[in-house]
């Protein structure tokens, strides 16, 4: 079985909820990537020291966020990410990404569109719109990637 070089914890709109099993997940991981909606800097001070942290400013992430960026793009393992809280925002924004994350809808969402991957996690705080409580990992190994869905 080959070694997995990087393996990266999708989690949104925790709405100031991390729940225990979402932190057990997260502690097994390199890579932490929130897209919005913490709602407070309490929940990013619980996983700041886990790994590295990529995050993204939220509707409701108030003042405390102001210096969060509202798109961010980055690199793990040779994958390039770009990531903003709502959909919408990544207008324009996708060229050179392999894997384009958001938030916002508390649904899960997964599609692949040529060689491009739009990932939402879904909530892994609170439940809306009748949805359920999950989250994404995704392994990296020599620049291949797997992702999973995880259902809390």
Not at 34 to 62: C, M, P, W
Not at 80 to 101: C, K, P, S
Request: glycine share 10%.
């Amino acid at each position: 079985m080959c070694e997995i070089l990087k393996k990266i914890g999708i989690i949104s709109d925790t709405h100031n909820l991390l729940r225990p099993e979402v932190l057990e997940i997260l502690k097994s991981c390199d890579c932490i990537v929130h897209a919005g909606d913490v709602t407070k800097e309490s929940v990013l001070d619980q996983i700041r020291f886990l790994g590295n942290l990529y995050v993204v400013r939220g509707n409701n992430d108030g003042d405390w966020a102001k210096n969060i960026a509202g798109v961010l793009k980055f690199e793990i393992d040779g994958i390039h990410f770009v990531m903003a809280h709502e959909r919408r925002h990544l207008i324009n924004q996708t060229e050179g990404a392999d894997v384009v994350i958001f938030g916002h809808t508390h649904k899960y969402f997964q599609e692949q569109v040529e060689k491009m991957l739009w990932l939402n996690p879904g909530s892994c705080g609170y439940p809306r719109f009748g949805g359920a409580v999950t989250m994404a990992v995704i392994e990296i190994d020599h620049g291949t990637y797997h992702v999973r869905k995880i259902d809390l």
